[in-house]
């Protein structure tokens, strides 16, 4: 954290008093806690959760621990309720102390009163919720370091001054409308709580920011407020603002943050949003305390925006808006979906504003002058179906401000149940909105309008209490600051940028105003009071004041900056940032006089005063330039062709910085300049002397000494700082001619500076530097420069707007040119002192009051009057407006200039001067035309007098030709403009060419077949062919592929999920595991021990017999198995009955109407856009070949029609030879020969349209293409068919060549023979003729009637054809509507698809889980019964009547700590054998404890006990081996079952959840479905019907109206009649079916009934036989199985053979234990005599010892060393009867041992004996005292003496 919030936590620190105290001192027991400081006290604050809770019960008192913070600040609760000290309710601040005050330089008699505000006539619109409601009629907004409370019924202002005097940031009203939050700017502001309505102070809230509040906000219960700061800290502060008391803090965030509320419905939660982000908080409860925790909103695919407006939903959503007018719907700090309009329309046109829940209903407004309401349900619901993230929905309600209203802000009415709004218009206004949206809905209402944006111009009149302004809103008002309110306002389509109102001498009437606007008009405005005026044409004199245009010119080309009349009235100045000044004449039409170029954009303008000789303007350019230029003569004449005056005189001055020169630096460097001057001359003085030295002895220097007397290099003075780019000017006014004072923004702020020009003027103005030659250090300017001056009416007061927004009044001296009286001042802060720069201050013309105008867009007027004298003069009520001049009223208005574009003064006279050269051009050329013209004609009579000359006088043609040259060069130009010509049109026909080539491709190349007509020859009959497009790439690609497999999918499912169950219901069959070889142990017989064979025999015939009983059982059970298996459960159903229920439901199909609303689409119905698609193509397909096939087949009747054309053309040739032979008058008629029509060859046609020109020029060409073209259809004809195809007549008659030129002789001299022959001839030529013209005529007919009948075929065609033509409309119809659903269709089937794969993945991990689990179990059931398998054996192999089965028993079920497999030290061996071995003997004891045995004795485990076979032993410890083997496996099997069963139920619950996800899946699928069918039935479907077809009759005639009528196919129709026939005798079928069963079922529970009773009657008669044969209840199974155990009697057997041999062994040990005891008991007699010797001998070592004793007692020191020897003695003896104990103990021991193993052997009890004298009495005596006599006990003796 930075410098600034460490000093806020130091600030805030809870250890002493706290920085937002008041100044009693109050304390504040807790700390502040945020999330840079979270160290707490150790103790858990009230309602806080401890560490160890868990995250619910830490959010479950989270509402808790804020609602006792609540309770703890309540107001108004006793004393010692808290530990906290409550700041007095009835505590308050004195305004006057906390307000700020006019500064007032010290020693000055400046008054502190010396402005009073009188009102504020601006609003700051721009400002970001700049709109409170206080009560029903008081709104409060903010107007620089005003706070301004607005009376809307009488308009009345009341006003209060920001405290800090920095400004104000931000305001909020309580809840309660009590108390009012004002948040200020500064250096560390405060937040002040007035009381309303009495606005006394009642709370200030200190150290929450370093700079300035950005917003603040109470909750819903007033109790806390939450503040943000600005830049450059960005703190967030929750305050207990009764107690003036820091509760949390932390940084918001590192940019610009707009706003800060809290959850009106969540305690504890905020939001704050801001340039490029949103964030949420929350006010959590830790073991610490309270802590603010913050979630970044973060914006994923959503594009960055800016965040101006949101509201906190109930259920903790954010809707906030966006830059672009969409809403957005955050859900855990992420988007949840995008809400915009229906079609992806924004949802306002602009940035949305402000949010509002107001009665169930979301209120938004935005920038577009739009206030609409929304479903608060439908947005709190929202989710987006597909992956574009939008959700669309329509607003419920819309009102529309205006199309120049921009909202911002809005405020609702306190007045409960109440609709109106007050709104805040960024455009400069004030609405009074009704959303009841109802029939008595008032309209907008602006209850105030202002400036929007910066006032960039301001004037006051010169004869009354008048004020104008202009700004960029296209707006000039006019304002009686007299009366506080506004005259008029008129609006231009371009905003204004500066203005000045006319001096009296100008107009006298102070009527009348220039303003300049940004598309560089001038306007000249008249003000007059309407009221003096004559009504004219009904016009409306209601208004007090009007504005009328006088006139409006444009002298530039960029926006006006500024407008000045000279001190004579007669001259106009306008000034531009174009660089141009322009000049005018003043009178009543304005004329131009011309224009300067100055350096740079002007700034400002002022013309010299009259106390100048020379009339001059001063002209000042934001880059550093002044100019001064001399008033033109008003008689001056510029050029025709522009405005530019080129020789007005003018001076420039350019300035250059001199601050660094002032500043300390810079008297530095004069003083190092004057220190190196003087060692310079000290240095030269002295080699000077040096020299004279030298030369006066006589010497010259050499060359070293002339080198160390160089002067050395100094080093560079520092450089003078120099701004680059230059300082801008701000503000000038003159002081004496030439001279004038400036003040400079940017690095040489600070100062003002005297200048004049130079009377050096020749230098380029671009390239000169010019110094102030004085200067005026302003106190506190440095970063505060003078932006604009003005000078009261007696030049008495200077009038300074400052950059920070402060107005500041300097008393100077009149006539006091240098300033020198300027020393003290009284400033005050007025405007904003971030962007409230003073733009323009002025003085009215009787300086009684002052006006301000700032670029924040406020207006603030001033009184300079005391209060008593301010009074009287505000009693006048209002400022007199002029009147207007006479004859106004008929005056004709002036034309203004509405378009931005329009021609500049200069640019008009340029256009003007070069329209007029182009006419006086034109007119030279007309003249040189005429003259031609005329020397053409005198040229053509001289040739026609020519003509008449005889012809030897006759000129010749090229005596008339002057110059050949002039023809050649003529030719040459004729030919150069047709190579140019060409050249031009070049362009325009390779553009004509790629059209055409573009419409062949488009309109004939994609023509598959054009229209051909064919004709009949003998009657009008004709048929064409279709006209056919080639089908598109993109069809035969879609011909390919088909819908996609969702249905087999689904089947596919639907398979899986009743194979799945059929699986699950039946049980599951596994192979049987392998069995191992370690489950069945097989004990080895002991060596050496046979069976004789008799018994082996009989083993083997009872083992071969309960094998075969065995087998017989596992037989029965396995049937058994099988059986029961098959057993179907009660419920079970008849899979045959299944099955056909199963093809029944899905044969039957669903017999609802379509239109039903529970109508279920079935798999096979189910239609998607591409399976539509798919559809469509296939009609278009068969609809393009069945007119493609009827294509054909009329273009094989065009080309038979031309063979039978050509046929004909052959048979009238034939024709014509044969009536060559034949008389005249037996000559039939010839018939014509039909031609081809040109609609019948239209390619052939539009193949010759490319040689259509030089056909026309080549006629002979022409006619002899036409000529063969039928020639060319006949060829053609041929090569595409067969000859033999054509419809043409098949048999053509063959005229032989003899008898095709038939010679009849001529009739003369002819012969009876030759006349019979003549005779013949004629009539076989009148045969042939005859046959000719009918084979002609019947080839005719036979075409015709194949025309007719093609003809009457494609009629038919047609007839389908547009059968086909409508079905093609309604899958058209039906493919648009399927396309609106396919994005949400192929969504909801991938999401299906999904579901389904996961699903399968489920199922499949199921399915193998439980094959697992089944293996698993059977496993186990193998191991169990191996188990039990092993101990049987165990069981066998003890035999009956063991002595020793109780102890194998033991051994056998005793558990051992089995060691894993792993590799282990030597260390951790032992350390497992030892454990072993303790919890063996443990277990041993426990055994020992709990059970008896035959023996008395403990028996070792590990040890074959005596008298057990070894065998036996060894076979029981491997079985136990085993059995821990097969104990280990088992459970080792029941882990991993109980693992697989855990896994089985997670895979349960997660095919649950799969499935319900499936299901619903499905019911969206199904639910779109439903919607598509009930889209797919509203359309409506062409279905032409014939009379027959109609059976819908009523009263015997068909109705008039078919609305009801059901059409359908017949044989649908009668299909489903014969079903209603089928069904009905399968209904009398099955009937009879479940009667024939109903009686099987009866049948069937009798012949149960009776089993069971015979069941019940045999096991009553076994259970007697078992009782009568065996006295008890035994197990048949078991006891069929029972065999001779072939081990067991081995054992036994070798058992017997061992205890025989065993016997013997005893009875011999028996004998030689009985001669121990024996000699035992002798050597017994002799210990106890030695013992009782000892016994006397100790006797007298006792008396011995006393008397010892005494002697040395009596006797002293003189035996010292003898008792040293014996207490050596002592300790050596001691030493050796511990030793002999030991050995006692071991022998002891050992004796234990050998008594276990033998029989009892117990030393017979003895007196004691006397003790034995010995030689050695001390040794004796000693030892006999160490072993004490204990009678008849055997071991205590040591080892020496036993």
Same mark, same amino acid.
């Given at each position: 954290?930075?410098?600034?919030?460490?000093?806020?936590?130091?600030?805030?620190?809870?250890?002493?008093?706290?920085?937002?105290?008041?100044?009693?001192?109050?304390?504040?027991?807790?700390?502040?806690?945020?999330?840079?400081?979270?160290?707490?006290?150790?103790?858990?604050?009230?309602?806080?959760?401890?560490?160890?809770?868990?995250?619910?019960?830490?959010?479950?008192?989270?509402?808790?621990?804020?609602?006792?913070?609540?309770?703890?600040?309540?107001?108004?609760?006793?004393?010692?309720?808290?530990?906290?000290?409550?700041?007095?309710?009835?505590?308050?601040?004195?305004?006057?102390?906390?307000?700020?005050?006019?500064?007032?330089?010290?020693?000055?008699?400046?008054?502190?009163?010396?402005?009073?505000?009188?009102?504020?006539?601006?609003?700051?619109?721009?400002?970001?919720?700049?709109?409170?409601?206080?009560?029903?009629?008081?709104?409060?907004?903010?107007?620089?370091?005003?706070?301004?409370?607005?009376?809307?019924?009488?308009?009345?202002?009341?006003?209060?001054?920001?405290?800090?005097?920095?400004?104000?940031?931000?305001?909020?009203?309580?809840?309660?409308?009590?108390?009012?939050?004002?948040?200020?700017?500064?250096?560390?502001?405060?937040?002040?709580?007035?009381?309303?309505?009495?606005?006394?102070?009642?709370?200030?809230?200190?150290?929450?920011?370093?700079?300035?509040?950005?917003?603040?906000?109470?909750?819903?219960?007033?109790?806390?407020?939450?503040?943000?700061?600005?830049?450059?800290?960005?703190?967030?502060?929750?305050?207990?603002?009764?107690?003036?008391?820091?509760?949390?803090?932390?940084?918001?965030?590192?940019?610009?943050?707009?706003?800060?509320?809290?959850?009106?419905?969540?305690?504890?939660?905020?939001?704050?949003?801001?340039?490029?982000?949103?964030?949420?908080?929350?006010?959590?409860?830790?073991?610490?305390?309270?802590?603010? $925790?913050?979630?970044?909103?973060?914006?994923?695919?959503?594009?960055?925006?800016?965040?101006?407006?949101?509201?906190?939903?109930?259920?903790?959503?954010?809707?906030?808006?966006?830059?672009?007018?969409?809403?957005?719907?955050?859900?855990?700090?992420?988007?949840?979906?995008?809400?915009?309009?229906?079609?992806?329309?924004?949802?306002?046109?602009?940035?949305?504003?402000?949010?509002?829940?107001?009665?169930?209903?979301?209120?938004?407004?935005?920038?577009?002058?739009?206030?609409?309401?929304?479903?608060?349900?439908?947005?709190?619901?929202?989710?987006?179906?597909?992956?574009?993230?939008?959700?669309?929905?329509?607003?419920?309600?819309?009102?529309?401000?205006?199309?120049?209203?921009?909202?911002?802000?809005?405020?609702?009415?306190?007045?409960?149940?109440?609709?109106?709004?007050?709104?805040?218009?960024?455009?400069?206004?004030?609405?009074?909105?009704?959303?009841?949206?109802?029939?008595?809905?008032?309209?907008?209402?602006?209850?105030?309008?202002?400036?929007?944006?910066?006032?960039?111009?301001?004037?006051?009149?010169?004869?009354?209490?008048?004020?104008?302004?202009?700004?960029?809103?296209?707006?000039?008002?006019?304002?009686?600051?007299?009366?506080?309110?506004?005259?008029?306002?008129?609006?231009?389509?371009?905003?204004?940028?500066?203005?000045?109102?006319?001096?009296?001498?100008?107009?006298?009437?102070?009527?009348?105003?220039?303003?300049?606007?940004?598309?560089?008009?001038?306007?000249?405005?008249?003000?007059?009071?309407?009221?003096?005026?004559?009504?004219?044409?009904?016009?409306?004199?209601?208004?007090?004041?009007?504005?009328?245009?006088?006139?409006?010119?444009?002298?530039?080309?960029?926006?006006?900056?500024?407008?000045?009349?000279?001190?004579?009235?007669?001259?106009?100045?306008?000034?531009?940032?174009?660089?141009?000044?322009?000049?005018?004449?003043?009178?009543?039409?304005?004329?131009?006089?011309?224009?300067?170029?100055?350096?740079?954009?002007?700034?400002?303008?002022?013309?010299?005063?009259?106390?100048?000789?020379?009339?001059?303007?001063?002209?000042?350019?934001?880059?550093?330039?002044?100019?001064?230029?001399?008033?033109?003569?008003?008689?001056?004449?510029?050029?025709?062709?522009?405005?530019?005056?080129?020789?007005?005189?003018?001076?420039?001055?350019?300035?250059?910085?001199?601050?660094?020169?002032?500043?300390?630096?810079?008297?530095?460097?004069?003083?190092?300049?004057?220190?190196?001057?003087?060692?310079?001359?000290?240095?030269?003085?002295?080699?000077?002397?040096?020299?004279?030295?030298?030369?006066?002895?006589?010497?010259?220097?050499?060359?070293?000494?002339?080198?160390?007397?160089?002067?050395?290099?100094?080093?560079?003075?520092?450089?003078?700082?120099?701004?680059?780019?230059?300082?801008?000017?701000?503000?000038?006014?003159?002081?004496?001619?030439?001279?004038?004072?400036?003040?400079?923004?940017?690095?040489?702020?600070?100062?003002?500076?005297?200048?004049?020009?130079?009377?050096?003027?020749?230098?380029?103005?671009?390239?000169?530097?010019?110094?102030?030659?004085?200067?005026?250090?302003?106190?506190?300017?440095?970063?505060?420069?003078?932006?604009?001056?003005?000078?009261?009416?007696?030049?008495?007061?200077?009038?300074?707007?400052?950059?920070?927004?402060?107005?500041?009044?300097?008393?100077?001296?009149?006539?006091?040119?240098?300033?020198?009286?300027?020393?003290?001042?009284?400033?005050?802060?007025?405007?904003?002192?971030?962007?409230?720069?003073?733009?323009?201050?002025?003085?009215?013309?009787?300086?009684?009051?002052?006006?301000?105008?700032?670029?924040?867009?406020?207006?603030?007027?001033?009184?300079?009057?005391?209060?008593?004298?301010?009074?009287?003069?505000?009693?006048?009520?209002?400022?007199?407006?002029?009147?207007?001049?006479?004859?106004?009223?008929?005056?004709?208005?002036?034309?203004?200039?509405?378009?931005?574009?329009?021609?500049?003064?200069?640019?008009?006279?340029?256009?003007?001067?070069?329209?007029?050269?182009?006419?006086?051009?034109?007119?030279?050329?007309?003249?040189?035309?005429?003259?031609?013209?005329?020397?053409?004609?005198?040229?053509?009579?001289?040739?026609?007098?020519?003509?008449?000359?005889?012809?030897?006088?006759?000129?010749?043609?090229?005596?008339?030709?002057?110059?050949?040259?002039?023809?050649?060069?003529?030719?040459?130009?004729?030919?150069?403009?047709?190579?140019?010509?060409?050249?031009?049109?070049?362009?325009?026909?390779?553009?004509?060419?790629?059209?055409?080539?573009?419409?062949?491709?488009?309109?004939?190349?994609?023509?598959?077949?054009?229209?051909?007509?064919?004709?009949?020859?003998?009657?009008?009959?004709?048929?064409?062919?279709?006209?056919?497009?080639?089908?598109?790439?993109?069809?035969?690609?879609?011909?390919?592929?088909?819908?996609?497999?969702?249905?087999?999918?689904?089947?596919?499912?639907?398979?899986?999920?009743?194979?799945?169950?059929?699986?699950?219901?039946?049980?599951?069959?596994?192979?049987?595991?392998?069995?191992?070889?370690?489950?069945?142990?097989?004990?080895?017989?002991?060596?050496?021990?046979?069976?004789?064979?008799?018994?082996?025999?009989?083993?083997?015939?009872?083992?071969?017999?309960?094998?075969?009983?065995?087998?017989?059982?596992?037989?029965?059970?396995?049937?058994?198995?099988?059986?029961?298996?098959?057993?179907?459960?009660?419920?079970?159903?008849?899979?045959?009955?299944?099955?056909?229920?199963?093809?029944?439901?899905?044969?039957?199909?669903?017999?609802?109407?379509?239109?039903?609303?529970?109508?279920?689409?079935?798999?096979?119905?189910?239609?998607?856009?591409?399976?539509?698609?798919?559809?469509?193509?296939?009609?278009?397909?068969?609809?393009?070949?069945?007119?493609?096939?009827?294509?054909?087949?009329?273009?094989?009747?065009?080309?038979?029609?031309?063979?039978?054309?050509?046929?004909?053309?052959?048979?009238?040739?034939?024709?014509?030879?044969?009536?060559?032979?034949?008389?005249?008058?037996?000559?039939?008629?010839?018939?014509?020969?039909?031609?081809?029509?040109?609609?019948?060859?239209?390619?052939?046609?539009?193949?010759?349209?490319?040689?259509?020109?030089?056909?026309?020029?080549?006629?002979?060409?022409?006619?002899?293409?036409?000529?063969?073209?039928?020639?060319?259809?006949?060829?053609?004809?041929?090569?595409?068919?067969?000859?033999?195809?054509?419809?043409?007549?098949?048999?053509?008659?063959?005229?032989?060549?003899?008898?095709?030129?038939?010679?009849?002789?001529?009739?003369?001299?002819?012969?009876?023979?030759?006349?019979?022959?003549?005779?013949?001839?004629?009539?076989?030529?009148?045969?042939?003729?005859?046959?000719?013209?009918?084979?002609?005529?019947?080839?005719?007919?036979?075409?015709?009637?194949?025309?007719?009948?093609?003809?009457?075929?494609?009629?038919?065609?047609?007839?389908?054809?547009?059968?086909?033509?409508?079905?093609?409309?309604?899958?058209?119809?039906?493919?648009?509507?399927?396309?609106?659903?396919?994005?949400?269709?192929?969504?909801?089937?991938?999401?299906?698809?999904?579901?389904?794969?996961?699903?399968?993945?489920?199922?499949?991990?199921?399915?193998?889980?439980?094959?697992?689990?089944?293996?698993?179990?059977?496993?186990?059931?193998?191991?169990?019964?191996?188990?039990?398998?092993?101990?049987?054996?165990?069981?066998?192999?003890?035999?009956?009547?063991?002595?020793?089965?109780?102890?194998?028993?033991?051994?056998?079920?005793?558990?051992?700590?089995?060691?894993?497999?792993?590799?282990?030290?030597?260390?951790?061996?032992?350390?497992?054998?030892?454990?072993?071995?303790?919890?063996?003997?443990?277990?041993?004891?426990?055994?020992?404890?709990?059970?008896?045995?035959?023996?008395?004795?403990?028996?070792?485990?590990?040890?074959?006990?005596?008298?057990?076979?070894?065998?036996?032993?060894?076979?029981?410890?491997?079985?136990?081996?085993?059995?821990?083997?097969?104990?280990?496996?088992?459970?080792?099997?029941?882990?991993?079952?109980?693992?697989?069963?855990?896994?089985?139920?997670?895979?349960?619950?997660?095919?649950?959840?799969?499935?319900?996800?499936?299901?619903?899946?499905?019911?969206?699928?199904?639910?779109?479905?439903?919607?598509?069918?009930?889209?797919?039935?509203?359309?409506?479907?062409?279905?032409?019907?014939?009379?027959?077809?109609?059976?819908?009759?009523?009263?015997?005639?068909?109705?008039?109206?078919?609305?009801?009528?059901?059409?359908?196919?017949?044989?649908?129709?009668?299909?489903?009649?014969?079903?209603?026939?089928?069904?009905?005798?399968?209904?009398?079928?099955?009937?009879?079916?479940?009667?024939?069963?109903? $009686?099987?079922?009866?049948?069937?529970?009798?012949?149960?009934?009776?089993?069971?009773?015979?069941?019940?009657?045999?096991?009553?008669?076994?259970?007697?036989?078992?009782?009568?044969?065996?006295?008890?209840?035994?197990?048949?199974?078991?006891?069929?199985?029972?065999?001779?155990?072939?081990?067991?009697?081995?054992?036994?057997?070798?058992?017997?053979?061992?205890?025989?041999?065993?016997?013997?062994?005893?009875?011999?040990?028996?004998?030689?234990?009985?001669?121990?005891?024996?000699?035992?008991?002798?050597?017994?007699?002799?210990?106890?005599?030695?013992?009782?010797?000892?016994?006397?001998?100790?006797?007298?070592?006792?008396?011995?010892?006393?008397?010892?004793?005494?002697?040395?007692?009596?006797?002293?020191?003189?035996?010292?060393?003898?008792?040293?020897?014996?207490?050596?003695?002592?300790?050596?003896?001691?030493?050796?009867? $511990?030793?002999?104990?030991?050995?006692?103990?071991?022998?002891?021991?050992?004796?234990?041992?050998?008594?276990?193993?033998?029989?009892?052997?117990?030393?017979?009890? $003895?007196?004691?004996?006397?003790?034995?004298?010995?030689?050695?009495?001390?040794?004796?005596?000693?030892?006999?005292?160490?072993?004490?006599?204990?009678?008849?006990?055997?071991?205590?003796?040591?080892?020496?003496?036993?």
């Amino acid at each position: 954290m930075d410098s600034s919030e460490n000093q806020l936590d130091e600030l805030v620190s809870g250890d002493g008093n706290h920085a937002g105290d008041s100044a009693e001192g109050d304390e504040v027991s807790k700390p502040v806690q945020s999330l840079d400081n979270m160290e707490g006290d150790g103790e858990a604050q009230p309602g806080e959760p401890s560490p160890e809770e868990p995250d619910s019960v830490r959010s479950a008192t989270l509402e808790t621990s804020v609602t006792e913070l609540a309770e703890e600040i309540e107001p108004g609760q006793e004393e010692g309720t808290s530990d906290l000290e409550i700041t007095p309710q009835e505590k308050y601040y004195n305004y006057e102390e906390l307000c700020s005050r006019p500064f007032i330089s010290e020693d000055s008699d400046i008054p502190a009163n010396l402005l009073s505000l009188i009102h504020s006539f601006g609003y700051d619109c721009g400002r970001r919720a700049n709109l409170q409601l206080l009560d029903e009629n008081t709104l409060v907004y903010i107007a620089g370091n005003l706070l301004i409370l607005l009376d809307v019924m009488s308009k009345e202002q009341r006003y209060l001054r920001s405290c800090s005097g920095g400004g104000i940031g931000a305001i909020m009203v309580h809840p309660s409308k009590k108390h009012l939050a004002v948040a200020e700017k500064g250096m560390a502001p405060n937040i002040i709580i007035y009381e309303y309505p009495s606005l006394q102070p009642y709370r200030i809230l200190r150290g929450g920011t370093t700079r300035a509040y950005s917003s603040v906000d109470f909750n819903r219960e007033g109790i806390l407020l939450a503040s943000v700061g600005s830049a450059p800290d960005y703190m967030l502060t929750i305050w207990a603002w009764m107690e003036e008391r820091v509760v949390l803090r932390c940084k918001a965030f590192s940019q610009d943050v707009y706003q800060v509320t809290f959850s009106p419905d969540n305690p504890g939660q905020l939001t704050t949003s801001g340039a490029g982000h949103i964030k949420f908080w929350k006010m959590t409860s830790t073991f610490t305390g309270l802590k603010l $925790q913050g979630l970044l909103g973060r914006f994923g695919k959503t594009a960055l925006t800016d965040i101006e407006g949101y509201v906190e939903l109930p259920d903790g959503k954010v809707v906030s808006g966006s830059e672009w007018g969409n809403m957005l719907l955050w859900e855990g700090g992420l988007i949840k979906v995008e809400i915009c309009r229906k079609g992806g329309r924004q949802c306002h046109s602009g940035a949305i504003q402000q949010f509002s829940l107001d009665e169930g209903e979301l209120v938004t407004i935005g920038t577009d002058g739009a206030v609409r309401v929304w479903d608060f349900e439908t947005i709190d619901t929202a989710d987006c179906m597909d992956d574009t993230g939008f959700f669309e929905m329509e607003p419920m309600n819309e009102l529309v401000i205006g199309r120049n209203v921009c909202l911002s802000y809005m405020v609702k009415s306190s007045v409960p149940d109440s609709f109106i709004w007050f709104a805040q218009d960024s455009h400069g206004g004030i609405w009074k909105l009704d959303l009841s949206f109802s029939n008595i809905t008032q309209d907008p209402e602006c209850l105030f309008s202002f400036h929007a944006g910066a006032i960039q111009g301001m004037d006051v009149c010169s004869t009354s209490h008048l004020m104008a302004t202009t700004a960029l809103d296209c707006s000039v008002r006019i304002y009686d600051f007299l009366a506080k309110k506004e005259l008029i306002m008129n609006r231009y389509r371009q905003g204004g940028t500066t203005l000045t109102w006319a001096p009296s001498m100008v107009a006298p009437s102070g009527g009348l105003l220039a303003v300049g606007f940004e598309d560089g008009v001038v306007r000249l405005l008249e003000l007059y009071y309407r009221r003096n005026l004559q009504p004219v044409g009904g016009q409306n004199l209601s208004a007090d004041a009007q504005m009328r245009l006088k006139q409006a010119f444009k002298p530039h080309n960029a926006p006006v900056s500024a407008i000045a009349f000279d001190r004579n009235g007669e001259l106009l100045a306008t000034a531009s940032t174009d660089c141009t000044v322009f000049l005018f004449t003043v009178s009543d039409r304005y004329e131009p006089i011309g224009f300067i170029r100055v350096p740079g954009p002007v700034k400002n303008m002022e013309w010299s005063p009259p106390s100048h000789e020379a009339n001059t303007l001063l002209i000042l350019c934001q880059n550093g330039h002044v100019v001064e230029i001399k008033a033109p003569d008003l008689e001056i004449q510029t050029s025709s062709s522009t405005y530019e005056l080129c020789g007005v005189p003018s001076r420039h001055f350019r300035f250059l910085s001199i601050k660094s020169r002032i500043k300390c630096l810079c008297l530095q460097r004069d003083a190092e300049v004057a220190r190196r001057a003087v060692e310079k001359e000290k240095k030269k003085k002295e080699r000077e002397e040096r020299l004279k030295r030298a030369k006066d002895q006589g010497r010259e220097l050499t060359q070293e000494e002339l080198e160390e007397e160089e002067e050395e290099e100094e080093p560079e003075l520092p450089p003078l700082y120099t701004p680059d780019p230059p300082s801008p000017l701000l503000c000038s006014f003159y002081t004496q001619p030439g001279a004038f004072w400036l003040s400079m923004g940017g690095y040489d702020a600070g100062y003002l500076y005297h200048c004049q020009f130079s009377e050096q003027q020749e230098t380029d103005p671009q390239q000169r530097w010019d110094e102030p030659f004085t200067f005026l250090p302003v106190q506190d300017s440095e970063d505060d420069p003078i932006c604009s001056f003005s000078f009261s009416s007696n030049r008495r007061l200077l009038l300074c707007g400052m950059t920070s927004g402060h107005i500041r009044v300097y008393p100077v001296t009149p006539g006091d040119l240098h300033l020198t009286s300027m020393q003290s001042f009284w400033a005050l802060s007025i405007h904003d002192n971030q962007y409230g720069l003073v733009h323009r201050v002025r003085c009215s013309h009787d300086s009684q009051f002052v006006l301000t105008a700032g670029q924040d867009g406020n207006i603030f007027a001033f009184s300079l009057l005391p209060p008593e004298d301010l009074l009287a003069a505000l009693a006048q009520r209002r400022a007199k407006v002029p009147s207007p001049r006479r004859g106004i009223e008929t005056e004709k208005a002036a034309q203004d200039i509405e378009d931005p574009n329009a021609y500049s003064i200069e640019m008009a006279k340029q256009r003007m001067e070069l329209d007029r050269l182009h006419r006086v051009a034109e007119q030279r050329k007309a003249e040189r035309r005429m003259k031609l013209a005329d020397l053409q004609k005198q040229f053509k009579h001289l040739l026609q007098k020519n003509e008449k000359l005889p012809e030897h006088v006759r000129l010749q043609p090229v005596e008339l030709e002057l110059d050949k040259r002039f023809r050649e060069e003529t030719e040459q130009q004729i030919a150069q403009n047709i190579r140019e010509a060409r050249k031009e049109l070049a362009w325009e026909g390779e553009r004509y060419r790629i059209g055409l080539r573009k419409l062949e491709e488009r309109f004939r190349d994609s023509l598959e077949s054009d229209t051909v007509t064919v004709v009949a020859l003998q009657s009008q009959h004709k048929i064409s062919t279709y006209r056919l497009l080639a089908l598109a790439c993109k069809f035969h690609q879609l011909k390919q592929v088909g819908p996609k497999g969702a249905k087999v999918l689904r089947k596919r499912w639907r398979s899986k999920t009743s194979t799945s169950k059929e699986t699950s219901s039946a049980p599951a069959t596994t192979e049987s595991l392998p069995q191992d070889v370690v489950l069945q142990p097989r004990v080895q017989p002991p060596e050496g021990s046979r069976l004789a064979g008799r018994q082996a025999e009989k083993l083997s015939k009872a083992a071969e017999k309960a094998e075969q009983a065995r087998a017989k059982i596992q037989k029965r059970k396995d049937e058994w198995a099988e059986l029961l298996a098959s057993k179907p459960s009660e419920n079970c159903e008849d899979p045959q009955d299944v099955l056909a229920i199963q093809q029944a439901m899905e044969n039957m199909g669903d017999f609802k109407l379509k239109t039903a609303e529970d109508f279920t689409v079935p798999e096979h119905l189910r239609i998607d856009a591409k399976t539509k698609r798919v559809q469509l193509m296939a009609l278009e397909d068969q609809i393009h070949r069945r007119k493609m096939k009827m294509n054909v087949r009329i273009m094989a009747l065009r080309d038979s029609k031309v063979r039978l054309l050509s046929w004909l053309a052959e048979q009238v040739q034939k024709l014509q030879a044969v009536q060559a032979s034949l008389a005249p008058e037996l000559r039939a008629t010839i018939p014509g020969v039909p031609t081809l029509l040109p609609e019948e060859m239209p390619r052939e046609e539009n193949a010759l349209h490319p040689g259509h020109a030089s056909a026309s020029a080549d006629p002979e060409a022409q006619k002899g293409q036409e000529k063969g073209l039928l020639e060319l259809l006949s060829q053609e004809t041929e090569d595409r068919e067969d000859r033999g195809t054509a419809n043409a007549p098949e048999h053509t008659p063959h005229i032989p060549e003899d008898e095709q030129s038939p010679h009849i002789p001529e009739d003369h001299n002819l012969t009876q023979l030759e006349e019979e022959m003549r005779s013949a001839e004629e009539i076989r030529l009148l045969s042939m003729q005859d046959n000719l013209l009918r084979k002609m005529e019947q080839a005719v007919k036979y075409f015709d009637a194949d025309l007719k009948l093609l003809r009457h075929e494609k009629l038919e065609l047609d007839v389908h054809i547009k059968m086909a033509d409508l079905q093609h409309i309604t899958l058209f119809e039906e493919l648009l509507l399927l396309k609106e659903f396919e994005k949400r269709e192929n969504s909801l089937q991938e999401r299906l698809n999904s579901r389904m794969e996961e699903d399968d993945l489920v199922r499949s991990k199921l399915e193998e889980c439980e094959l697992q689990l089944e293996m698993k179990r059977r496993d186990i059931a193998k191991l169990q019964e191996q188990e039990k398998a092993i101990t049987a054996t165990f069981l066998a192999s003890l035999g009956e009547s063991n002595k020793f089965a109780d102890f194998l028993t033991k051994v056998f079920k005793k558990k051992i700590k089995r060691v894993k497999k792993k590799e282990k030290t030597g260390d951790e061996e032992e350390q497992e054998d030892s454990d072993e071995e303790s919890e063996e003997e443990s277990d041993w004891d426990e055994d020992e404890d709990g059970e008896g045995s035959e023996c008395s004795y403990p028996l070792d485990d590990s040890v074959c006990p005596p008298n057990c076979d070894p065998d036996l032993f060894e076979v029981t410890l491997q079985l136990r081996e085993r059995r821990l083997d097969l104990e280990e496996l088992l459970a080792d099997e029941r882990k991993s079952l109980e693992a697989l069963r855990k896994e089985h139920d997670s895979l349960a619950k997660k095919e649950k959840i799969v499935l319900n996800n499936l299901e619903a899946a499905e019911g969206d699928l199904e639910l779109l479905n439903r919607e598509k069918q009930r889209k797919l039935n509203a359309l409506d479907v062409v279905v032409p019907l014939r009379l027959h077809q109609i059976e819908y009759v009523s009263n015997g005639a068909v109705p008039g109206k078919l609305d009801q009528v059901l059409v359908l196919n017949r044989a649908p129709l009668a299909g489903l009649q014969e079903r209603i026939r089928q069904l009905q005798v399968e209904k009398n079928h099955q009937k009879e079916r479940y009667r024939q069963a109903r $009686q099987q079922h009866i049948q069937l529970i009798h012949d149960c009934k009776d089993l069971e009773a015979s069941i019940q009657q045999l096991e009553v008669r076994c259970e007697q036989l078992m009782m009568m044969k065996f006295g008890k209840l035994v197990d048949l199974e078991a006891l069929q199985t029972l065999s001779g155990n072939r081990n067991l009697e081995e054992m036994r057997h070798g058992a017997r053979v061992r205890e025989a041999a065993f016997n013997q062994e005893i009875k011999r040990w028996e004998d030689k234990v009985t001669e121990a005891k024996m000699a035992m008991m002798e050597v017994t007699k002799q210990h106890t005599e030695r013992l009782s010797r000892m016994g006397s001998l100790l006797a007298e070592k006792k008396e011995l010892e006393d008397k010892l004793n005494y002697r040395q007692r009596s006797i002293g020191t003189q035996f010292q060393e003898h008792g040293h020897v014996e207490e050596e003695e002592k300790s050596r003896l001691q030493k050796v009867v $511990q030793t002999q104990a030991l050995e006692i103990k071991a022998l002891r021991e050992e004796i234990d041992i050998l008594s276990l193993k033998g029989a009892h052997v117990m030393p017979p009890a $003895q007196p004691p004996l006397l003790p034995v004298p010995s030689a050695n009495p001390h040794v004796n005596s000693r030892t006999a005292h160490h072993f004490p006599v204990h009678g008849g006990h055997r071991s205590g003796l040591p080892r020496s003496h036993t």
